[in-house]
């Protein structure tokens, strides 16, 4: 007998703890899992005085799959650079694991498409995939210190930029759905000053060769900033570096409305464990009040099942039970859009209901 996967919960800071334990409920729900439970981020600083330790890098390095709540808050805020911070730990994972592939679904929930900051005409269609490169370029190249000056050095090397562009080029042959529509990449950089994205440009249209049946077009950062707000619905799959893509995979979550419904992947070599974890953040502010928002979390755990461990049908159970649920009207504080506690009418049988993470995880157990 096969023995069941073995899943490292890294709950991390604020809300990530209640988060998490509500997402590992819908994955018991689902199947035979090993859980363990480390600390990382500030939680680890408090205990360890780092925020990533050697025992808990291996411990995720040694399983099927990670997945994490959150971390950082304004308890470890310093721009002091000797201080441990919380956002070292997430670095120290993402390097230590080799997790260069950040892959962050972008589409609106058919019941939330009102909460988009767009026009519901604009937004509408919208379903694209930002391909973050997650381990090289001024993340991880030399930084310091000297006199009254501080730099930060941007590098990539051919390697990097091929794999990352790979990873884009196959994310989009796998989303090519049966709509007739050209698998698209959008490849982003600012070529017009940055040798580093000149090299970008040029290796990622290398290796588009490889992949003649996707549509490749290069677009500058500071205008894929503008079309994203313009003409979302027009995206398929954004490759982009590291720094580029934080910012735009940001403004991409903002799109729908609903930060707290994003889930990410982060991959690296066939074979080797992926990180899942929720784009929004630690939350602090509303940490411990039972009001968190699972949901990215139980769609980070679907990203786990089908990503992490080839269970592809199990992850379409989560997404449906979440889509579900929103159509039932359920909503965390904040996703509510202002219509809260009408009774049922003809016309909007399902009025929204303000629901606490409790609620939220009981009745997307009971839809799965
Ligand atoms: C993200 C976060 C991290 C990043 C921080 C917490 C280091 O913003 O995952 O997008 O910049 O990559
Ligand atoms: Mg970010």
């Known amino acids: 007998m096969s023995r069941s ?78 201080a441990p911070r919380p956002e070292q730990g997430l670095l120290g994972l993402r390097k230590g694991m080799g997790l260069y592939a950040n892959l962050r679904p972008v589409r609106p929930s058919p019941a939330l498409v009102g909460a988009s900051p767009l026009r519901e005409e604009r937004i509408a269609g919208t379903d694209l995939l930002v391909v973050r490169e ?20 941007c590098e990539y090397s051919v390697g990097e930029i091929e794999r990352i562009a790979r990873a884009g080029f196959a994310a989009a042959q796998r989303r090519a759905g049966g709509d007739g529509r050209r698998p698209r990449v959008t490849s982003v950089d600012k070529a017009n000053v940055l040798e580093t994205s000149r090299l970008w440009r040029e290796v990622v249209g290398r290796v588009s060769e490889e992949y003649p049946e996707v549509e490749l077009d290069h677009l500058l950062v500071d205008n894929a900033a503008m079309q994203l707000v313009s003409r979302p619905a027009d995206f398929d799959v954004i490759v982009t570096e590291n720094l580029f893509g934080d910012i735009l995979s940001d403004e991409s979550a903002m799109l729908t409305g609903s930060l707290g419904m994003l889930p990410s992947a982060s991959l690296g070599e066939a074979g080797a464990p992926g990180l899942f974890e929720p784009v929004h953040g630690s939350a602090p502010d509303i940490a411990g009040r039972g009001v968190a928002n699972p949901l990215a979390t139980f769609l980070s755990a679907a990203m786990l099942l089908r990503h992490g461990l080839g269970r592809a049908p199990e992850a379409e159970r989560i997404e449906a039970a979440v889509d579900a649920v929103l159509g039932q009207g359920l909503r965390t504080p904040d996703l509510v859009s202002g219509t809260v506690a009408q009774a049922p009418t003809p016309a909007d049988p399902t009025p929204e209901r303000e629901v606490g993470t409790g609620e939220m995880t009981d009745a997307v157990l009971a839809a799965l």
């Open 5 to 82: 996967p073995r899943i490292v919960l890294l709950p991390g800071d604020g809300i990530g703890p209640e988060i998490v334990a509500a997402a590992r409920r819908v994955l018991e729900a689902l199947g035979e899992f090993e859980f363990e439970e480390r600390l990382m981020g500030g939680c680890s600083i408090d205990a360890h005085g780092v925020a990533l330790t050697d025992e808990v890098l291996e411990d995720c390095r040694g399983a099927d799959a990670v997945l994490l709540g959150a971390v950082g808050g304004p308890k470890w805020d310093t721009t002091d650079p000797d």
């Open 134 to 153: 997650l381990t090289g370029g001024i993340y991880f190249g030399d930084s310091g210190r000297a006199g009254d000056s501080a730099h930060d050095t």
